[in-house]
């Protein structure tokens, strides 16, 4: 089963795109990679490997849509702008977006997953957002987001910046709730987020965060062939 669907973003101010695989069992929200769109998961054959589980309602996949163009792969604006709509992004996500998906598949065990950047998505989207995440499944990710700013700082920075986000805590000032949230960390053995996903890992050992860290020999670059195999496992 396979649906498109889009609805109005008043956060954004635009409609949102999105698509829908499956029709019941764990709910799946996926982010694409760095200004990738809704429908890049079926453009890079990464459903096939899911086809069991679509079939007999195990996954329910909910493919959503990006504004890294306006947000943080936005180098026109000023970085506060850029700021501004992944703020915006997050607030479409919470209270809009997940609200339907909810609407139309209860389970409340909602798994968010993506690969690169769609990494860096899930895992913000993970420790921001305990209360509505269950498990976060990170393929290649990059954690910093203070490469995309230039040298700009606030709060909201480093509050959208993962790795530096958690190295400013302590396990006093960790929202227990993150350890509710079931981590999946994954690269290659030649992948360039290879590093900033051990460094992530380090960062949860540290903190105590529930999580788990692999990294493939075969196929070891950050490409699809990777994220098509890693999928199989872990959703």
Not at 100 to 122: D, E, Y
Not at 143 to 169: H, I, Q, R
Not at 199 to 207: G, P, Q, S, T, Y
């Amino acid at each position: 089963m396979r649906s498109y669907e889009k609805i109005y973003s008043a956060s954004l101010g635009m409609e949102m795109e999105h698509l829908v695989y499956g029709w019941g069992g764990a709910p799946v929200l996926v982010f694409p990679t760095s200004k990738g769109r809704f429908y890049q998961w079926e453009d890079f054959h990464m459903l096939p490997g899911l086809a069991e589980h679509l079939a007999r309602g195990w996954l329910q996949l909910f493919c959503v849509d990006s504004i890294d163009r306006l947000s943080w792969y936005n180098f026109e604006d000023h970085q506060r702008t850029q700021l501004e709509w992944q703020l915006a992004y997050e607030e479409y996500l919470l209270h809009e977006f997940l609200p339907a998906l909810q609407r139309r598949n209860s389970n409340p065990f909602l798994i968010v997953t993506g690969a690169s950047f769609g990494g860096f998505h899930a895992v913000n989207f993970g420790l921001r957002n305990p209360g509505s995440a269950s498990r976060v499944v990170a393929m290649s990710g990059e954690y910093e987001a203070f490469k995309y700013v230039d040298g700009y700082f606030d709060e909201d920075v480093l509050a959208n910046s993962p790795l530096d986000f958690l190295k400013s805590l302590d396990r006093s000032s960790l929202d227990p709730k993150v350890r509710t949230v079931e981590f999946l960390l994954a690269s290659g053995r030649w992948d360039f987020c290879k590093e900033p996903t051990l460094a992530l890992a380090r960062e949860m050992d540290r903190l105590a965060i529930p999580h788990r860290c692999h990294v493939w020999d075969e196929p070891g670059i950050h490409d699809w062939p990777l994220w098509r195999e890693q999928v199989r496992c872990y959703l």
